[in-house]
């Protein structure tokens, strides 16, 4: 008996201290099981992901989890409170995150990459509760990408991986339907076996309730519910999710600067043209002549500066080369600051403004010194206890980034100032009549560091909506959330400076290369040419111009600026054919009745006024016979031939009759109205253009809110523009740039007004506007092959047309400004100077152009909104 009982008592024994780990596990699953995924059994799951790859620079990652669970479930009320309380991210987090463990702060929760237009939708009806989870992304990059449920991985071999990842909270849920649509052209391989399809390429599996893992511990999905599918995206998509790679980067740093490197090159050509010119410069072309050459050079280095950031660190990786923390912020800070230097080396402001610049330029230099000398530099790999420290030193570093910006647009409008005064493009002081005006510290600098404070303030909007996207399922109660929301913030605006850096170089510098050419043209100007097409210098820089500062070329095809410069010999010799090739149409071509001279050999200040005073003469007469022609007239009528007569008369050119000879009449096909029209409302061709320009500011500024509208807010684009850390400062500067293109636009229609075909200002505005329509046509194309949306071109053409129809109007009514005290209305002078019938084609013709633009706008328009580059934070060593 005490041997039987030994040997019970030692089973019972061995039997315990077997089951002890079983125990165990059971008790801390029941323990940290947070979610009661035991009272998720009777919950219905169904998700689905589809890829959307064209008409996107990159692939749209579309996902939606539906989830209709009981109201038993202890956290199902919990969904009802507020997406801000404690309690509701705790319940979304155990049906969206894979495993309840992602629920302690700092587990890797983040979504940097995944987007979502609202909050999960949240319903509940008979006693059930319902939860839509829609989110999307984009795969613009070679990294993997996590969306809703699903991870998106991009491989080298061009293949994608998606993966469905199941939250350990729905293992056991009952799932209905798995739907995964990897679009065009289909799956390559799936696991496991779909059970169905749905349309072209969609796969369809329906696993029901599938229980648990049979090893928990593995902390991986049932086998059911290990969905993989991998696709082979077109090759487009493909190719622009590897923008990321060193030969994608090396061709865009390569497109980039064969752009500009082009327009340089152009420049430098158009200078040695106005230097073999006969005669001794003026002091005022000789320094325009100089600063555009100067900033040819310029522009080059600036935007090498600008953009090597990302090519010098994909070097080194491919090199195996560890570029740390510190070189990679001593590289950014330091290209930026070697961009400032140039600018104000080119600039030369006044001893003020350069003493400023410096002052500005102690704090990042301070910042750095004492960071590398007393602080240890900023890393998230700091020990326990040291986050004040850390705190410290991303502090100091964003007030360094702050300067930078400020220190950066400074020298900027330092630039622009230099360029536009040596041109006398600015108008004199008030203050010291005669005088130029002189850019000032005491305007300058408040000036730039309120902007740049304005910046702070909507970067700091746009890293708060970033960290609420990317943490929204993280408690904020946990103690070092607060640490990592401040770390994060600051980091962010340590780098802000990158990229400011290469959005205003990259992305604005061309303001100052058209601040450049229209000071030159101006200055150089020959008054007695009938146009810039006249001289081979104005000829060349004004085509320059024209793709330059109106090209509506803004498209970056599969993410590469390789094709960038293509455009440029394009859109110049586009706007060269519509004014060469039907020259031989305008009405200052047509030839003399007696000389057979053009009527282009006349057009000095005493024509124009004569034929002003003519033109009156032949509408008031035209006025009298159709009177005459519906019986209005007094006592006394008068004879039709004796006015028939008057106008013959008006056809005799005196301008250059000489005694002797029989006096040169116009063409039996131009009036003198025509041919005052012809001439312009100014006396030469620079006075045209900017009177054009000054006309088409207000459409423009019409037009510019509607293209800046479709880009920037609507639909998507909004979303875009609050997320990106300059996207508001970039809206603002979105809507200035289409202003200027306009402006620009009425200005070329000014400058070319002699020339152009037509014997109205809405015909003239055609071939302007043709010039722009070819290449953007090709870009057009350019477009479908690569299978990117190209809508928003036809919206672009479509406003610049009627920018330019109005301000052709304006330009014909401007001509006769000097009968405006006659006249009760622009739209009475408007009538006699168009006879009515001509006035209501133009108002049809205009009309006909607005309601293209309302079904362009409200049918095809849709911006091409991904993600920016600056939205997902650098990576930290």
């Not at 980067?249 to 500009?260: K, P, R």
């Not at 006349?602 to 019986?631: T, W």
């Not at 289409?738 to 000014?750: D, K, Q």
Request: hydrophobic letters at 50%; one cysteine or more.
């Amino acid at each position: 008996m005490r041997a039987f009982a030994w040997i019970v008592s030692t089973t019972l024994c061995l039997l315990c201290v077997l089951a002890t780990p079983g125990f165990a596990y059971a008790a801390e699953s029941s323990e940290d099981d947070r979610c009661a995924s035991a009272e998720l059994a009777n919950a219905e799951v169904a998700t689905s992901v589809r890829l959307e790859h064209d008409n996107h620079t990159y692939t749209k990652v579309v996902s939606e989890l539906t989830v209709d669970l009981p109201g038993t479930w202890p956290l199902a009320h919990d969904l009802l409170l507020s997406e801000n309380s404690r309690r509701y991210v705790s319940a979304m987090s155990c049906l969206s995150r894979t495993s309840p463990r992602e629920l302690d702060y700092g587990a890797g929760d983040e979504r940097w990459g995944e987007w979502r237009a609202a909050h999960p939708s949240v319903t509940s009806k008979g006693g059930r509760v319902k939860v839509v989870y829609e989110a999307y992304g984009w795969v613009d990059h070679s990294f993997e990408h996590e969306v809703g449920m699903w991870r998106i991985e991009p491989t080298a071999t061009g293949e994608w991986s998606l993966e469905l990842m199941v939250p350990s909270a729905l293992w056991g849920a009952r799932w209905d339907e798995i739907t995964v649509d990897p679009g065009g052209p289909g799956a390559q391989r799936a696991e496991p076996e779909p059970r169905a399809g749905d349309g072209a390429t969609a796969l369809v599996w329906r696993p029901g309730r599938v229980g648990q893992p049979m090893d928990p511990a593995m902390n991986s999905a049932p086998e059911e519910l290990r969905v993989t599918v991998t696709t082979r995206p077109p090759w487009q998509r493909s190719w622009a999710a590897q923008g990321d790679h060193l030969t994608a980067v090396g061709l865009d740093f390569l497109g980039s600067m064969l752009w500009v490197g082009a327009v340089s090159a152009l420049l430098l050509t158009a200078v040695r043209r106005y230097r073999g010119r006969s005669g001794t410069p003026s002091d005022a072309q000789h320094r325009s002549l100089g600063n555009l050459r100067l900033w040819a050079w310029a522009a080059i280095l600036l935007n090498v500066l600008a953009q090597a950031e990302v090519l010098i660190e994909q070097l080194l990786q491919e090199a195996g080369i560890l570029f740390d923390f510190d070189l990679e912020l001593a590289l950014v800070h330091s290209l930026t600051l070697m961009c400032v230097v140039v600018l104000l080396g080119f600039a030369r402001p006044p001893r003020p403004v350069r003493l400023a610049a410096a002052a500005l330029s102690l704090v990042p230099l301070a910042t750095a010194v004492l960071l590398w000398t007393v602080i240890d530099p900023p890393t998230f790999h700091t020990a326990s206890g040291r986050e004040g420290q850390l705190e410290t030193g991303l502090a100091l570093q964003a007030a360094g980034s702050f300067c930078l910006v400020a220190l950066l647009l400074l020298a900027f409008v330092a630039a622009a100032w230099r360029l536009a005064g040596d041109g006398r493009l600015l108008p004199k002081s008030r203050r010291h009549p005669g005088q130029d005006r002189k850019l000032t510290l005491r305007v300058a600098l408040p000036a730039v560091l309120v902007v740049t404070a304005l910046m702070a303030v909507c970067f700091a909007v746009a890293e708060e909506r970033n960290w609420q996207r990317a943490r929204w399922l993280t408690n904020p109660v946990d103690p070092g959330y607060g640490v990592e929301h401040r770390e994060e913030f600051l980091w962010q605006a340590m780098w802000s400076v990158s990229y400011v850096d290469g959005w205003l170089i990259g992305y604005y510098g061309w303001l100052l290369t058209a601040v450049a050419v229209v000071a030159v043209l101006g200055t150089w100007r020959d008054s007695a040419s009938l146009s810039p097409l006249d001289d081979p210098a104005d000829r060349l820089l004004l085509l320059v111009f024209f793709p330059v500062v109106i090209g509506l070329d803004v498209q970056r095809h599969l993410g590469s600026a390789l094709l960038a410069s293509l455009w440029i010999p394009l859109y110049m010799l586009a706007l060269y054919a519509v004014t060469a090739l039907p020259a031989h149409r305008s009405v200052l071509a047509r030839p003399f009745e007696i000389s057979g001279r053009p009527l282009a050999t006349v057009v000095g200040p005493l024509a124009r006024s004569r034929l002003l005073a003519k033109a009156r003469s032949y509408r008031e007469i035209h006025a009298e016979l159709r009177r005459l022609d519906q019986g209005f007239f007094g006592d006394v009528p008068p004879e039709r031939a004796a006015l028939e007569q008057k106008l013959e008369d008006l056809h005799d050119w005196s301008v250059i009759s000489v005694p002797g000879v029989a006096s040169e009449r116009l063409p039996a096909t131009v009036s003198v109205v025509d041919a005052a029209l012809a001439l312009g409302p100014a006396d030469d061709w620079w006075c045209n253009g900017v009177r054009g320009a000054r006309l088409a500011l207000l459409p423009g500024f019409l037009a510019a809110v509607l293209d800046t509208w479709a880009e920037w807010i609507r639909g998507e684009g909004w979303q875009n523009t609050l997320s990106d850390l300059i996207g508001l400062p970039g809206l603002a500067a979105a809507l200035a740039s289409w202003m200027v293109t306009f402006a620009a636009g009425g200005f070329v229609l000014g400058a070319l007004w002699r020339v152009l075909p037509g014997r109205r200002g809405a015909s003239k505005a055609i071939p302007v506007v043709g010039a722009c329509a070819v290449p953007a046509a090709l870009d057009g194309l350019v477009g479908w092959f690569t299978r990117e949306g190209a809508t928003n071109l036809a919206l672009q053409l479509s406003t610049m047309l009627f920018v330019l129809t109005v301000t052709a109007i304006a330009l014909d009514l401007d001509t006769f400004r000097g009968e405006r005290r006659y006249w009760q209305s622009r739209l009475g002078l408007l009538l006699s100077i168009y006879q009515m019938r001509y006035y209501s084609l133009q108002i049809a013709y205009l009309i006909g152009q607005i309601i293209a633009i309302i079904t362009i706008w409200q049918f095809f328009v849709e911006p091409d909104a991904v993600p920016s580059q600056n939205e997902t934070p650098p990576d930290r060593p």
